[in-house]
């Protein structure tokens, strides 16, 4: 069984970095897309990035491009998402989700409709203040 693991979050001032990670036990992810959304208070789910772990391929929201980058470790079994130029409206719960071996046709795709199934990890609070 596939367990997702977030860290990396917490304070930072506008302008700031942070970089979260998303650990996989029980299955290496070499066979599922991996997915960052976040939900700030009071609002929907939104797919910030999302990576097939295969072949590379990404998508970035247009809310999050030019500023936060995702990326992946093999080894370490691990997708990062690295977010610079942070700003107050990116505060939320940021959550990783992996889908696989049945996953959405792009990632844009699964960033936007979100997993077919989805594995869910249990989310980390990233709190930008101005």
């Known amino acids: 069984q596939l367990q997702l693991v977030e860290s990396g979050g917490g304070l930072v001032q506008s302008g700031g970095s942070l970089r979260l990670s998303c650990t996989a036990s029980?299955?290496?992810?070499?066979?599922?897309?991996i997915g960052w959304f976040r939900q700030a208070p009071g609002k929907g789910r939104e797919g910030v990035s999302c990576?097939?772990?295969?072949?590379?391929?990404?998508y970035l929201s247009d809310s999050v491009k030019g500023r936060f980058t995702i990326s992946r470790d093999n080894a370490k079994n691990t997708v990062y998402l690295q977010m610079n130029s942070l700003k107050p409206e990116d505060t939320a719960v940021y959550y990783c989700?992996?889908?696989?071996?049945?996953?959405?046709?792009?990632?844009?795709?699964?960033?936007?409709?979100?997993?077919?199934?989805?594995?869910w990890g249990q989310g980390t609070q990233v709190t930008v203040s101005s």
């Open positions: 989700t992996a889908d696989g071996p049945l996953m959405r046709t792009t990632m844009k795709d699964m960033c936007n409709e979100g997993p077919i199934l989805g594995h």
């Open positions: 029980g299955s290496t992810l070499d066979h599922y897309a």
């Open positions: 990576v097939r772990v295969s072949d590379g391929s990404t």
